[in-house]
T-cell receptor, first 111, second 110 residues
């Protein structure tokens, strides 16, 4: 069966520090991969999605970036975090137009 | 206008009540439809897919009206454990991108 792993579960970072969140999927090949952010009390905002290795689509302008160095690995990064980057970050995978399955999420607090 | 819009909520209902969630979508090219459930401070989880003919899973019934671009979720005999935020989700054939509604919060009281 397929599983998705996302880490860390929580992270506290100072403003201006770098960020790297990692997500890996097991039990499937060539999945679509997604990064979402959910601010407190708000809906899900799609940040990036990828349909293959090295292919990244950005949904909103921001100081975050994403990379897919391997088929089942998706990384969310930032060189310098802003206060507004605080939120709940969720990685998800899906096969084509099938439902997405989410990781447990990373709760990021910027101080 | 948002691509997927849901009832603003929150819905506060007693145990045993029947609850209906409504959702509309603006893109007529939308292909697939889902309802997700999100518990507080947790990740969204797939509740059920929505098919054109309507579908039922226990106490949950989902319906789709393509002509009106409307999706619904009905929960019968609601339980305390049904308390969560319910997310309407739509996808069209653009890299499998899912569009989430803002969610409707449900609180079931004893």
């Amino acid at each position: 069966s397929q599983t998705i792993h996302q880490w860390p579960a929580t992270l506290v970072q100072p403003v201006g520090s770098p960020l790297s969140l990692e997500c890996t999927v097991e039990g499937t090949s060539n999945p679509n991969l997604y990064w979402y952010r959910q601010a407190a009390g708000r809906g899900l905002q799609l940040l990036f999605y990828s349909v293959g290795i090295g292919q990244i689509s950005s949904e909103v302008p921001q100081n975050l970036s994403a990379s897919r160095p391997q088929d089942r690995q998706f990384i969310l990064s930032s060189k310098k975090l802003l206060l507004s980057d605080s939120g709940f970050y969720l990685c998800a995978w899906a096969d084509s137009n099938q439902p997405q399955h989410f990781g447990d999420g990373t709760r990021l607090s910027i101080l | 206008r948002k691509e997927v819009e849901q009832d603003p909520g929150p819905f506060n209902v007693p145990e045993g009540a029947t609850v209906a969630f409504n959702c509309t979508y603006s893109n007529s090219a939308s292909q697939s439809f889902f309802w997700y459930r999100q518990d507080c401070r947790k990740e969204p989880k797939l509740l059920m897919s929505v098919y054109s003919s309507g579908n039922e899973d226990g106490r949950f019934t989902a319906q789709l009206n393509r002509a009106s671009q409307y999706i619904s979720l009905l929960i019968r005999d609601s339980k305390l454990s049904d308390s969560a935020t319910y997310l309407c989700v739509v996808t069209h054939n653009q890299g499998g991108k899912l569009i989430f509604g803002q969610g409707t919060e449900l609180s079931v009281k004893p």
